[in-house]
């Protein structure tokens, strides 16, 4: 029967990094469902592990692959499918597209590109066709002329009018970019450009306008219509993945509104869109001029978006269009009575909040601008400003519980008033301490209505401070709680606990109602469960249901350490208690998730994952119980105090969860087992943490205990560092301690994810780091089958994991990491949660390890797992996004740095592995390698490989130590000098022209000037897009895999031909 | 005891809208603080509440607005010139007989705006109430069909049935007007007539009389064609305009019918009008050209309804809506007669059918 069906190809995004997030996974989990009902089987190219669309039962065949021209092409040899997607998986999937389509390659094997066609996103990919199609339409876009000099520039600048916007075609962090306001100013910058590059852009200059966008959908049969708009906060200038958005638009006048509305719907007309595309606008916030910024044609992040806001399915949407349905004969999910082909008209008001994590990285440059730095958005939903807002920085987990937490006595307005990721709250402390409203606008540009509305909040806010709780009437607490204050925020302004607020309160009856999202604004009864609540409100919408239910709490925002892999656990867990008979109720606050589709769960509620929601909710549900184990590690650290409000959880209990969590606790715990551990102290002082240091000896790891975003841990190997450190991580102090853990080196790393029924191991599965430890678990490689665990490890292994599950009483997920030497093992992380690695070791094993966690945590059956047999071994690798973060030193810490991860199968590891790093849009080096090599046993642990190399043909080029020490052995390489040494050839200049293909650079512990020259090189690396390995176990595992295997080795098979097989026990 | 509002500056009194079923929904009174009674209709449109307040055909209506914040961009000037249509207003003042809301807008913010939303209703003496849950409002209306309500202050009043009067003569122009242009002659029936509606005809250089909506239109001289235009109420009180248009008809004079005018067009060809649950108000109402099968997202504001089935053979359906499959307009298969009931003059709302304007213009 499958043989008949048609064959699509979906394009995914691959792993996550910043400018290409979760919203992709929405995207193609979405299509591949709406295609699968429309009678096509779905073949996907994506090796992004942790996502839903790669989950068994999503696509018809999957293929963990790097979506790229050359291995897409194998794949369309293969599978000879019918036609191919290209909008679902960001700019990765379109650009792959276009270069298939480019080479000819979809017209070779007769594949059918659907929806938008190639020259349609060609117009819109191209800047120059782009402006020169929409001014033959008369449509206004910003005047921009390309100049090759100075003289030029002014010129152009004459005929464009003052300010102008200098953006130089080649720019590095921003260099050679920026306005001009005059003659004198376009003069410096333009000179300062073309140092640097041959040509600059000028072009008029719109910093200030309002920016405005609509996701759009067209049909093949012209039918067309916006879905919703956006309006950006931040005024232009700001990248719109790092501006707050609201939508619908909030200081557009019906004129403006409709305006902008048909044009875009003329623009994507003229372009021949099918299906769905985002139209981005600058509108002048004192005329009616605007500006035509761009097109996405295809599915974005701004889609995903305007996806979640509405309630509106634009990915499924886009899908059917694509293979030909058109918009009136779909039906609307929402309502399931109305057609498709209607505009969503909201009666609620929605903000975006981005994530910023540059406290993970040293040297982080915290502007935000034009370039997308953040890694993960909120979203919230209320029927007011200041309420959607100040539950929006809830969401985000930055240890701020509203807009008015902190505020700083003093600083300085103007450098306050920067964008930054802190200037909102900025701008709320400037209202608070009097700074006029109008100023501040006029400071940051952005529009005086929402100014305004943060200066309610901070006048309700001083009001607030005035009362004494014992004088709070129900209509203060209800105006309170309208403006979007927490119970711990009241709390704090009246000098009593949150609880006792939230007592109060609920004495006066003060508790959100709960609202459906239904796309109609009530107009018609609606019948999904996609709930948001509020406070702007007498009744409630639907009366919860009398059904068994149980509540899963979901990742919450994308940041690093947490993302796409916790949604794959919050889906799962909620299809496994649908499947046991149980109503789940998902709770995120996430639009970058599958797991906020409203029809992945029984009941979605959009909302915070905070304490005081998550009880309103179980108050309100009444379920069986709440699941904090699958969400990563923002619902675990709720568990505690769910547990001192009576909320029964499902599985591990919150002692046990505690017991994990305490360092002194757990600590106990091991020793009472015998399990070992490395040595730690929690120092209260700098003199009991260096009296630490010099007892177990460095290097030593430092960990603030009271971790608030800014203060990250480090590792120091001596004396003068760890003085250091301890200076930055805030003052220590018998409040404020700091945990110093004896740093072990050159021991293996060992993960484990299991599951556990009532303190019985029921699944346990072992993966093994490439990288050797100190580097931190989700940016290490991950193997499975391990290669390199002896028998005899593995045995203590179990047994620990064993009798750590049955003391803590496990029943669910948890994740043991060990460090191996020799044949000793320690323990060094214990989580009694899913882990990151879930997705991987399930999609690998065959073992849907949170089916089996959900089984054991309701107390079912669970038929015991044994190990299966894996004939093939399988890669995890993490994808970094440093050249995203300008600034930063991209080299692998004990801070977790990735942002993605993608893995791949092969049949021995060199495959995998390699499979693997090419998912990661590494490419394999063609002739020439820099290496760099730091300290003795960096240089001593290479030699065999780069003999190898050389021997192969490939050029080696070193710095200059490494030369000497390269040349001695007989291994020919010419020398490269010092980035710093201003001397030719120099490292510098051969990685901006491109010379050579890989750098190999291992630093050594070393300190001054080195270390700084390392850096420089490593950031080079990264500016100019040249693979770079700064680890010694990952340089010599690539070094063989390179040796064994040719690209042309590399099989492409899908996910199915490499299944495990269960043990054959000989009899 | 007024509710305080601790982060607004103005204390505002009490008012409660209560319902016909007896419901009653507690707020802040805004704008002018004079009790009110009409219908409780609800709109769904986020954005437009100056073109909205200011349409004719909600005269007698308590507006309820489902989305949440109103007042956001303020209000522009409104011009005196009584010679030239209002260029953002559809008429020269505030028709709807109260404005229900969530929140309020204190702060407006827009380069045009000359005073805020409640300032302005307090100038036209028109009540508003704030702090409203309209979504809850909105679905009793859904669930009971439209109900009469009021909105008392102080003191008690009667209620008020608009529907069992002549909205229509009450909105209407007393003597014609003239705004000249250079092009085709075209009689506009104002029987509540939107600005949007002159305007679209004055950017097609239309010469325009707009006449009053009993006027002997079809005794007229010399036009190329008549537009009659929406209005409140019930079209069933406004049959002089019926007589008039039918004779119209018989002369074979191009006649397009816009809401209320379309409705009036099909009473003229012999079919029966009906009053719609809870009517359609919004600016995302889907409708689908029958003959062409194209779909449009149109503006809508009406209460009633013409029936499909009694249309003559020769009114052929044009427009369907494709949310509930609510008659949406016809087009005579034999005279130059047609009739949408959405508003292609948009205004509020989207433009997606402005082009029925050039149709029209092609049959003059």
């Known amino acids: 029967m499958n043989g008949h069906k048609k064959k699509i190809l979906l394009l995914g995004s691959g792993a996550l990094k910043i400018g290409q997030a979760g919203e992709f996974d929405y995207s193609g989990s979405q299509a591949i469902k709406a295609l699968k009902e429309e009678g096509y089987r779905v073949i996907l190219v994506n090796p992004n592990v942790a996502t839903i669309q790669t989950s068994k039962g999503m696509a018809d065949e999957v293929y963990f692959l790097p979506v790229e021209r050359y291995f897409v092409e194998k794949v369309i040899v293969r599978e000879r499918p019918y036609g191919i997607l290209l909008g679902f998986g960001g700019q990765t999937a379109l650009n792959c597209g276009l270069e298939l389509a480019k080479r000819g390659i979809l017209k070779k094997y007769r594949v059918k590109v659907l929806g938008t066609p190639v020259q349609s996103i060609e117009l819109t990919e191209d800047r120059k066709l782009f402006a020169d199609f929409l001014t033959k339409l008369n449509f206004a876009i910003p005047r921009s002329k390309a100049v090759r000099s100075v003289t030029d520039a002014l010129r152009v600048a004459r005929s464009v009018g003052y300010p102008v916007m200098v953006r130089s075609g080649f720019s590095l962090g921003g260099l050679g970019s920026g306005v001009a306001k005059d003659r004198r100013a376009l003069q410096d910058i333009a000179q300062a450009a073309f140092a640097h590059a041959p040509q600059i852009l000028i072009e008029e200059c719109l910093v200030g306008w ?8 067209r049909d093949r049969a012209d039918n067309c219509m916006t879905v919703c708009n956006m309006e950006n906060l931040d005024p232009l200038g700001i990248h719109t993945g790092e501006s707050i958005v609201v939508a619908p638009s909030q200081t557009l006048t019906n004129g403006e509104y409709h305006r902008l509305r ?24 004192r005329s009616e001029d605007y500006r035509i910024i761009e097109v996405n044609a295809r599915l974005s992040r701004s889609s995903a978006l305007a996806s979640k806001a509405t309630g509106y399915p634009l990915a499924a949407v886009a899908a059917k269009l694509a293979v030909g349905r058109k918009l009136t004969e779909l039906k609307n999910a929402v309502t399931q009575a109305t057609p498709a082909f209607f505009e969503p008209a909201l009666d609620y008001i929605v903000l975006k909040f981005p994530r910023w994590d540059f406290s993970k990285f040293t040297n982080a440059d915290h502007r935000i601008g034009t370039q997308m730095k953040s890694v993960g958005e909120v979203m919230a939903i209320g029927r007011s400003f200041p309420e959607v807002l100040q539950k929006a920085v809830r969401m985000l987990e930055i240890g701020r519980d509203g807009i008015m937490e902190a505020l700083p006595r003093r600083y300085e307005l103007h450098e306050a008033l920067l964008p930054t990721p802190k200037r909102i709250y900025a701008i709320a402390s400037s209202l608070y301490y009097g700074v006029s409203p109008s100023l501040i606008a006029r400071k940051t540009g952005i529009d005086r209505w929402f100014i305004d509305q943060i200066h309610d909040i901070v006048r309700l806010h001083r009001s607030l401070q005035r009362k004494r709780f014992a004088s709070v009437n129900r209509d203060i607490m209800l105006e309170a709680k309208e403006y979007g204050f927490s119970d711990k925020t009241l709390g704090a302004l009246w000098h009593v606990s949150a609880d006792k607020v939230r007592r109060q309160r609920k004495r006066f009856n003060v508790v959100p109602c709960v609202r459906r999202i239904d796309t109609v604004a009530a107009e018609f009864p609606a019948k999904t469960n996609y709930l948001y609540c509020t406070y702007h409100a007498t009744e409630s919408d639907r009366a919860p249901s009398k059904d068994k239910s149980a509540i899963v709490l979901g990742s919450g925002v994308y940041r690093i350490g947490s993302s796409v892999e916790f949604d794959w656990c919050a889906v799962n867990a909620g299809q496994e208690l649908h499947r046991n008979g149980l109503r789940s109720i998902m709770v995120n606050c996430n639009p970058e998730t599958v797991s906020t589709d409203y029809d992945m769960c029984d009941v979605l509620y959009f909302e915070e994952l905070t304490l005081e929601r998550v009880l309103d909710i179980y108050e309100r549900e009444a379920p069986q119980g709440i699941v904090v184990s699958v969400g990563g590690q923002t619902p675990n650290n709720l568990a505690l105090g769910l547990s001192r409000h009576h909320v029964r959880l499902l599985g591990t209990g919150a002692e046990s969860i505690d017991r994990a969590e305490d360092r002194h606790k757990f600590s106990r715990l091991l020793d009472t087992l015998g399990i070992d551990q490395p040595d730690w102290v929690e120092a209260h002082s700098a003199r009991e943490a260096i009296a630490f240091a010099s007892r177990v000896g460095f290097p030593v790891l430092i960990r603030p205990s009271y971790v608030l975003s800014g203060s990250a841990m480090n590792v120091a190997t001596d004396g003068r560092q760890l003085s250091t450190y301890l200076r930055a991580a805030t003052e220590v102090s018998p409040e404020h301690p700091v945990v110093l853990t004896k740093f072990v080196t050159d021991a293996h790393e060992i993960d484990v994810d299991a599951v556990a029924r009532k303190g019985k191991i029921v699944c346990a599965v072992v993966s093994e780091h490439v990288e050797n430890a100190g580097v931190h678990s989700g940016d290490a490689t991950l193997v499975l089958p391990p290669q390199k665990v002896y028998v005899e490890t593995r045995k203590k292994i179990d047994i620990a994991v064993t009798r750590i599950a049955q003391a803590l009483d496990i029943s669910g997920p948890c994740n043991i990491q060990f460090l191996a030497r020799d044949n000793s093992i320690m323990v060094i992380e214990c989580n009694l949660r899913a882990s990151r690695s879930f997705p991987f070791v399930s999609k690998v094993t065959g073992n849907n390890l949170i089916n089996l966690s959900i089984k054991a945590m309701l107390g079912k059956r669970v038929a015991a797992m044994c190990d299966p047999l894996l004939p093939f071994v399988a890669v995890k690798a993490p994808q970094f996004s440093f050249h995203r973060l300008t600034g930063t030193d991209p080299v692998l810490r004990v801070e977790m740095a990735s942002t993605g991860e993608v893995a791949s199968f092969g049949d021995d590891i060199h495959e995998a592995f390699l499979k693997s790093v090419l998912s990661t849009e590494f490419r394999l080096p063609k002739k020439t390698i820099l290496v760099s090599l730091g300290g003795e046993q960096n240089k001593m642990r290479l030699v065999d490989e780069l003999q190898m190399l050389a021997s192969q043909g490939f050029k080696i080029l070193a710095t200059e130590h490494t030369h000497q020490f390269l040349l001695a052995r007989g291994i020919p390489n010419s020398m490269l000098h010092k980035i710093r040494a201003d001397k030719e050839p120099n490292i510098k200049t051969f990685l901006m022209h491109k010379k050579i293909d890989l750098v190999i650079n291992l630093a050594h512990q070393f300190e001054g000037d080195v270390i700084r020259d390392d850096t420089a090189m490593r950031r080079l690396a990264v500016d100019y897009n040249i693979p770079l390995i700064t680890n010694l176990q990952l340089a010599i595992l690539f070094f063989r895999a390179l040796q064994n295997k040719k690209m042309s080795d590399l099989e492409v098979k899908p996910w199915s031909s490499y299944s495990p097989q269960a043990v054959q026990h000989p009899l | 005891m007024p509710r305080r509002r601790l982060s607004k500056q103005p204390i505002r009194a009490k008012g409660a809208l209560v319902l016909e079923d007896g419901t009653r929904f507690i707020g802040q009174v805004f704008g002018y603080p004079v009790a009110s009674a009409g219908e409780v209709v609800f709109t769904t449109g986020m954005v437009g509440y100056p073109e909205s307040l200011t349409d004719p055909s909600y005269t ?78 909105t679905q009793r209306l859904r669930e009971h069909g439209t109900m009469l309500g009021k909105i008392v202050v102080d003191n008690e009043i009667p209620w008020y049935d608009p529907n069992k009067e002549n909205l229509v003569d009450k909105v209407s122009i007393h003597r014609p007007l003239r705004y000249r242009g250079s092009g085709k002659r075209v009689a506009v029936v104002d029987c509540g007539v939107k600005h949007g509606i002159l305007r679209e005809l004055i950017s097609r250089s239309c010469d325009i009389l707009r006449v009053p909506w009993d006027y002997p239109i079809s005794s007229l001289k010399g036009i190329d064609g008549v537009v009659v235009s929406n209005g409140p109420g019930d079209p069933m009180m406004a049959e002089k305009t019926v007589y008039e248009l039918k004779r119209l008809i018989a002369r074979k004079v191009p006649v397009w019918g816009i809401c209320l005018g379309h409705q009036l067009l099909a009473l003229a060809l012999g079919a029966t009008t009906y009053k719609l649950p809870y009517g359609h108000r919004g600016h995302n109402q889907p409708v689908e050209d029958v003959l062409t099968r194209h779909a449009y997202i149109t503006s809508q504001n009406h209460g009633f309804a013409v029936r499909e089935s009694t249309l003559p053979r020769s009114a052929a359906v044009w427009f369907r809506n494709l949310n509930d499959g609510t008659h949406e307009g016809f087009k005579h298969t034999s005279l130059p007669v047609r009739g949408v009931q959405f508003h292609p003059e948009a205004c509020p709302g989207p433009r997606d059918t402005e082009f029925l304007f050039d149709e029209f213009m092609k049959l003059l």
């Open chain 1, 210 to 217: 309002k920016e405005i966008e609509y996701e759009v959908v």
């Open chain 1, 262 to 285: 048909s044009i875009s719907i003329a623009v994507i007309r003229a372009l021949g869109i099918v299906g769905e595309c985002n139209i981005q606008f600058a509108l002048d916030p």
């Open chain 2, 60 to 137: 007698g209506q308590l507006m309820v607005m489902t989305y949440p914040l109103a007042g956001n961009y303020g209000v522009e000037p409104i011009s005196k010139n009584p010679s030239r249509p209002q260029q953002h207003f559809e008429s020269s003042r505030i028709h709807a007989s109260a404005l229900i809301v969530s929140s309020l807008t204190m702060h407006p913010s827009h380069y045009r705006s000359a005073r805020t939303l409640d300032s302005w209703l307090h100038d036209e003496r028109i009540i508003g109430l704030s702090g409203i849950d309209t979504r809850a409002l």
